[in-house]
């Protein structure tokens, strides 16, 4: 992505410019690819995280404009965003619709259709901490590294791979209590 290139102190009309023609268009692919691993199965949640990222950039132009990379300062208050929903959330007492109190799940076909059905896998992600959901998605969803998540999260690389490693454990356990078991897992 293009960083701002013009005088040390650039104008805000410049950074408004930058921000419209450059920011916006570029990063919102990615940006929105993200929000969607954050908060999976839930588009409307990940369009309002998308959002509400573009809007802190907006109120922090030069900020955004002067970081060596405006995608990972992107990435990151997403990220924040996303902990600081999921926190909000678990603080509230969960609502059950009566009619899906008396839903019994039924297993796929093949242990291979039900690791690949999303009805099956969304839960599951679900039920993992927004840690290990998160470096889950970024490293096995969005193919990154270790390392390269490691410096998106400001954590060192062996905290992200025991994170990767705990939630595939996890992934795994709440996968085989309804019925997926073996290599299907991963």
Do not use: F
Not at 4 to 25: G, K, S
Not at 42 to 53: C, G, I, K, Y
Not at 97 to 124: F, I, K, N, R
Not at 169 to 174: G, N
């Amino acid at each position: 992505m293009e960083t701002l290139e013009c005088d040390p102190q650039p104008t805000q009309a410049d950074l408004v410019t930058w921000y419209e023609r450059v920011l916006v268009p570029q990063s919102r692919p990615a940006l929105h690819r993200y929000a969607r691993r954050l908060v999976p199965g839930d588009p409307h949640r990940a369009e309002d995280l998308v959002q509400e990222t573009l809007l802190r950039a907006w109120r922090n132009l030069a900020s955004v404009a002067s970081s060596r990379s405006p995608q990972a300062w992107l990435s990151r208050v997403a990220h924040n965003l996303s902990i600081d929903q999921a926190r909000r959330v678990a603080a509230r007492p969960a609502e059950v619709a009566e009619d899906v109190t008396g839903t019994v799940w039924q297993p796929a076909e093949s242990l291979y259709d039900a690791a690949l059905d999303w009805a099956t896998l969304e839960p599951a992600l679900r039920s993992l901490s927004a840690v290990h959901r998160e470096a889950l998605v970024l490293v096995y969803y969005q193919d990154r590294t270790h390392r390269e998540v490691a410096t998106l999260l400001g954590v060192p690389p062996g905290t992200v791979k025991s994170r990767t490693h705990n939630a595939t454990r996890e992934l795994q356990r709440v996968l085989s209590s309804h019925g997926v078991t073996g290599s299907a897992v991963y």
